[in-house]
């Protein structure tokens, strides 16, 4: 479809343009120089062999049926939208709206009480705080999109290097699958709880969440965007419904259990817990964006990203904090989140009887929304693990990841608060790492030079990573040393209350950020890139 229709707030480039620019008929990582249209590839041409033919082959079908097939490939300038209005910048905001508005968010707001032992004032607080820096860092990264038209893994190439950024990717798709992981455990406890007796197993509403999350990533990022404009309006709905019926049972006086130590660390790991939930996005934001012209306002992207971030997350977080302080008080309640948290989200709709499960239905079809990000993200990521892995589809490298996250969701879906509370904290670790390793590139060592955008793919003209190595690891050690997780509890992290205070993630970005210029400054002087 071409950008040239007003009427689309995100466009892509058109079918003719694709027919011309996708990977089916360019080599693996080309280098654009910007000029013309004459392909340049890294270490000479590539003769193609017959999967070669047969791989585009597939790609030339998949344009026919109007599928993204582009895939880690730099967004040139006139392959983007041609057209920015008002609704473009809207779309940054309710693109948020709609991944975040969704029932996964409501559990991890719960395990503020159930796990940490807070109280809803004290669960509220490190929610919506740990949200809203986490939100900052995915926000400032979703701005790189346009500036660059680079997915968000390829941009950090420029500060780890070639083979470092590898192990970046790597945690990256383990996160992505583990975050689309939850996804469907919880979407099929909402389906199965629904269900009259409990009839459907949750497995079957694994499944349900999983392939409707895989057809629309797969048909690429103008369907994505399209979904996503539309998507938040019943979710704000229904949620807004589970606020209202469900606020009665809220518990606004009981005081949080333990100690003042203990309190503390509680709502320190309570609050890191949340800010992982949000700076994670940072390692995807800017792949949504390349097709936005370079001319987009930074400022406008971010602080609309922000706020859609900030609301969403704070709506499903108070949401689930309100449903979980009324556990201790109502039998009900508690029988229900013995059976799961989705069941907890449907016994919140009970008073409402046939219209609350409707209602439960489509906080499950939220879900959805919130797997297609990572779902479409995944399939970009696995190409920049090798030129090999380059050559095979996004579309296919999109059910690859699908059946995987699938695949571990049915083994695991009974073990949902154990995933939330040892998995996400620890993906948030990495991600505030890898961060100020590309704030201090970008503020330090590439203030005045900038970036050259058509050495995306060109391992010479990169950094050799050295540097990047080096401080992510020290960071992970210093991470290591203060995490507080059900399996481990650092040194450091033991000393406060009882059951320890997560500060992994602040360590371990304090340590890399520490180390990380002056061992830049030598790998500069030593190899001058």
Request: aromatic share 12%.
């Amino acid at each position: 479809m071409s950008t040239e229709n007003p009427t689309l707030a995100v466009g892509m480039y058109s079918k003719e343009i694709s027919s011309i620019h996708t990977a089916a008929e360019q080599p693996p990582c080309i280098l654009d120089k910007g000029e013309g249209n004459n392909p340049l590839v890294a270490g000479g041409p590539v003769a193609p062999s017959r999967l070669t033919r047969h791989i585009r082959n597939l790609e030339k079908r998949l344009v026919e049926y109007n599928l993204e097939t582009r895939g880690i490939e730099r967004v040139r300038e006139d392959e983007r939208m041609t057209k920015l209005s008002w609704i473009s910048y809207l779309q940054a905001f309710l693109l948020w709206v709609s991944i975040n508005l969704a029932a996964n968010n409501i559990t991890l707001g719960m395990l503020g009480p159930v796990v940490y032992g807070l109280n809803f004032l004290d669960s509220a607080l490190c929610a919506v705080l740990g949200a809203l820096l986490g939100a900052v860092v995915a926000s400032w990264m979703a701005t790189w999109g346009p500036v660059s038209g680079i997915r968000t893994m390829a941009f950090g190439r420029y500060a780890m290097g070639w083979w470092p950024s590898k192990l970046v990717v790597i945690l990256n798709l383990i996160q992505m699958i583990g975050y689309s992981l939850i996804d469907c455990v919880v979407g099929g406890q909402i389906l199965s709880a629904v269900s009259p007796s409990g009839g459907m197993p949750v497995a079957v509403g694994i499944v349900i969440v999983a392939v409707g999350s895989w057809a629309i990533a797969t048909f690429g990022i103008e369907i994505f965007h399209y979904y996503e404009r539309f998507a938040f309006l019943p979710q704000l709905i229904v949620v807004s419904i589970l606020f209202g019926v469900a606020s009665v049972k809220f518990d606004l006086s009981t005081p949080s259990l333990g100690d003042t130590r203990t309190v503390a660390g509680n709502r320190l790991s309570f609050f890191s817990l949340c800010l992982s939930a949000a700076i994670t996005y940072a390692p995807l934001a800017a792949d949504f964006f390349v097709y936005y012209p370079e001319r987009t306002s930074r400022v406008a992207l971010f602080s609309l990203s922000l706020l859609g971030l900030l609301v969403s997350f704070t709506m499903a977080f108070l949401c689930g904090i309100g449903l979980a302080s009324g556990i201790t008080a109502d039998p009900e309640y508690e029988e229900a989140y013995s059976r799961g948290a989705g069941a907890l989200i449907v016994e919140g709709f009970g008073p409402l009887h046939g219209f609350g499960k409707f209602c439960s239905v489509v906080v499950t079809l939220g879900l959805i929304s919130n797997t297609i990000a990572p779902t479409y993200s995944s399939g970009v990521d696995f190409q920049i693990l090798g030129r090999c892995a380059e050559k095979v589809p996004r579309a296919v490298w999109n059910t690859v990841g699908v059946v995987i996250y699938a695949v571990c969701a049915l083994a695991g879906r009974s073990h949902l608060s154990d995933i939330f509370t040892n998995f996400l904290a620890l993906m948030g670790y990495w991600v505030a790492i890898w961060f100020v390793i590309i704030l201090e590139e970008r503020y330090i060592f590439r203030f005045r030079s900038g970036y050259n955008w058509h050495a995306w793919c060109d391992q010479s003209k990169l950094p050799v990573g050295i540097a990047g190595l080096i401080a992510f690891l020290i960071g992970w050690a210093g991470a290591i040393l203060c995490m507080a997780q059900v399996w481990y509890i650092g040194p450091i992290a033991r000393l406060v209350g009882n059951s320890g205070a997560d500060m992994g993630a602040y360590v371990g970005f304090t340590w890399a950020g520490l180390v990380y210029p002056p061992l830049r400054y030598i790998e500069l002087r030593r190899f001058g890139r």
